[in-house]
């Protein structure tokens, strides 16, 4: 009773700050609003200029959340692997993986898989049945633009996003005589395979890309199992590619048109686990997405409208389980539809008003009947600045229709530059994720009867940005964050999984992001380092002694780190990862646990020109220390392994 009350304290307290950090820069600037005018000569060291994405929602109306954008150096690290290798390495977002060549998918914050959404382009792209996306098979060559959103911001981004979102994106087109090709190949550990391509044409009116990127590996490591035997995996074969098409059409001086095609096709086989002495597992998996879009921007007003069609497939095979004269083969296409329409104004130099209506129709076929699930929107949000952008706020809300539920997801968020190097930011949302299909119509196993997740985000924090002092760089931020959830949904059972409404859960804790560079003459040096503090548990249950009150929420670590120590040279760039992993249980009352690990890489890339052509060369040697290790329970690891890349710029 006393650590209840303990917790409640705790979370009223950091529910006031945030809105009390809010109401605060409200008042300022309402009292001070008529000063505005004389501070326009006066200079300020502000970041608000800095656009780290193609959309509004991002560079405009989200001042107070915290948002990180990939820089180009990290892309590049890490252009041979997927997503979920990057995340994991470089950021405090859990990747969840269920094996070396298997899913993998986001926790942020203490969130579930399906409370993360990840949109290209501004369309979610999570699987229509399942409502995850997962990371293993997104790769870093493909994309342009990478930024993490943290915590809730549902007014925004739509029911569904409660943890955080990740936000894939291609550069907008640039309409200038310009062509460009590079060459990728790399070969690695474990049979591994790669190669890609990136190519691009435009002129005065047209703009054309190609992106391609396939893989191949037998993925055949060696492990140790509990009782200290070494085996090597078996059934693990990985083969699949994506391709990405994008063009444009420049109408005129005001409008453009856009169509984006991006297809994958991965083959899996499934390793057995630590508990199975075989598995002769496998699945197919495949996508198409197509994407239409029209922009029109004039000085102040901005229309857009984007039309989606999504396709996945999933072809899934046990040939060692039978029903009646035949073998698993569970096989299923869903189906996603997305649209946008939207418009934006900048009303003065201190104002901006978006209104966007959103539609989304997700279905798939059960047992001969089509399901389905939509959803409609109207969206509104405001932002305000004064003096001279040092104060910056936004005020968001959504009205969703979701199968004939109305909700409103109102949100609002600030942040004030106190000085040129700190700035000081909060957020409050409403959060709401209706059950996905697979939740409320699989079989067997789904609940009709399943309620929707629904509660309240606060998160606040503080970024500290010196910039070139004494020939140093430093940056610091630091975010707190509380997010309650009502009838949270959790899988769990016997022989039959089925989703469950466990009542209450509370997340809550600290993330730090730190960053340190310092230049002399051509050695540039650079230190960072990410912690995360998470306690997510279940506060109550409608499950009578089922032991979870007060116990982590399974799969959440309590601590999770990424250190990163190296150097330019030249150009020769040298980066060490040290990536640390806390306990994380499987079990809702903490009775089975995996034991924390300690993954360290290292990353080289030298430039260098051939015959006028500039190549880089790409070094990679991952869990340099050989660390036996598991992210999921029964699915081992890979120990020491290497990855060699070359890219070759023709244009």
């Not at 081992?636 to 392994?641: A, F, Q, R, S, V």
């Amino acid at each position: 009773m006393i650590m209840n009350n303990r917790e409640n304290i705790i979370t009223q307290t950091l529910r006031l700050c945030a809105f009390a950090v809010i109401f605060l820069l409200f008042l300022i600037s309402n009292t001070k609003a008529q000063r505005v005018d004389t501070l326009h000569e006066v200079k300020i060291h502000g970041r608000h200029n800095q656009k780290i994405s193609n959309d509004a929602r991002i560079n405009e109306f989200s001042p107070g959340q915290k948002i990180k954008a990939i820089d180009s150096i990290t892309k590049q690290q890490y252009q041979y692997r997927s997503l979920s290798s990057l995340l994991s390495e470089q950021s405090p977002v859990f990747v969840r993986s269920y094996g070396f060549n298997s899913l993998a998918t986001l926790n942020f914050r203490g969130s579930s898989a399906a409370q993360s959404e990840v949109l290209w382009n501004g369309v979610p792209i999570q699987n229509a049945a399942l409502g995850i996306a997962d990371v293993s098979v997104l790769p870093v060559l493909l994309m342009d633009k990478v930024n993490l959103v943290y915590g809730s911001s549902s007014a925004l981004w739509g029911s569904g996003n409660v943890g955080g979102a990740l936000l894939l994106e291609n550069d907008a087109p640039v309409f200038e005589t310009k062509k460009s090709l590079s060459l990728f190949a790399g070969t690695g550990s474990f049979g591994e395979c790669l190669g890609g391509l990136k190519t691009s044409f435009s002129n005065k009116k047209w703009f054309l890309s190609l992106k391609a990127f396939g893989q191949s590996a037998l993925n055949n490591y060696t492990y140790t199992t509990d009782s200290g035997i070494t085996k090597k995996i078996a059934n693990a074969k990985l083969q699949g590619g994506s391709i990405e098409l994008q063009s444009a059409y420049k109408v005129n001086e005001h409008n453009t048109i856009g169509l984006s095609a991006w297809y994958q096709h991965y083959y899996r086989e499934i390793a057995p686990a630590l508990f199975e002495s075989s598995s002769l597992k496998k699945y197919t998996t495949g996508s198409l997405r197509l994407l239409l879009n029209w922009d029109r921007k004039t000085q102040k007003n901005t229309w857009y409208t984007k039309a989606s069609l999504m396709q996945d497939e999933l072809d899934y095979k046990d040939p060692t389980i039978y029903f009646g004269a035949n073998s698993l083969n569970a096989k299923y296409t869903t189906y996603q539809y997305f649209q946008e329409i939207g418009w934006s104004r900048k009303l003065n130099e201190h104002n901006e008003l978006l209104v966007f209506s959103p539609i989304q129709i997700c279905w798939m076929q059960v047992g001969g009947l089509i399901k389905q699930q939509s959803k409609a929107a109207i969206a509104a949000a405001y932002s305000f600045n004064y003096f001279d952008h040092k104060l910056n706020m936004a005020i968001n809300t959504r009205e969703e229709e979701i199968n004939n539920t109305n909700i409103l997801l109102p949100g609002i968020n600030a942040s004030y530059d106190l000085f040129y190097w700190l700035k000081l930011r909060a957020n409050v949302q409403r959060t709401y994720r209706a059950p996905t299909l697979n939740e409320l119509y699989f079989n067997p196993g789904g609940d009709t009867a399943l309620k929707p997740e629904q509660g309240w985000n606060e998160d606040a924090g503080y970024n500290v940005k010196i910039v070139q002092w004494r020939n140093c760089s430093i940056e610091h931020d630091l975010s707190v964050f509380n997010r309650d959830i009502h009838d949270w949904i959790l899988w769990f059972g016997g022989a039959i999984f089925t989703p469950h409404n466990i009542a209450t859960v509370q997340s809550r804790g600290v993330e730090t992001e730190n960053r340190f560079t310092y230049t002399f003459n051509k050695w540039k040096l650079h230190l960072g380092l990410n912690t995360s503090y998470i306690i997510a548990t279940t506060q109550s249950s409608y499950i009578p002694n089922d032991g979870s009150i007060d116990k982590q929420i399974p799969y959440t670590p309590r601590y999770n780190g990424q250190l990163n120590i190296g150097f330019t040279y030249g150009k020769l760039y040298f980066n060490y990862n040290h990536t640390y992993t806390g306990y994380r249980f499987y079990t809702t009352d903490e009775s089975l646990y995996l034991f924390p690990y300690n993954i360290g890489n290292v990353q080289l890339m030298y430039n260098m020109h051939l015959a006028h052509y500039p190549i880089q060369l790409n070094a990679q040697c991952n869990n340099i220390w050989n660390s036996q290790y598991q992210v999921a329970a029964g699915r081992p690891m890979p120990g020491i392994n290497w990855l060699l890349g070359v890219r070759l710029s023709l244009l």
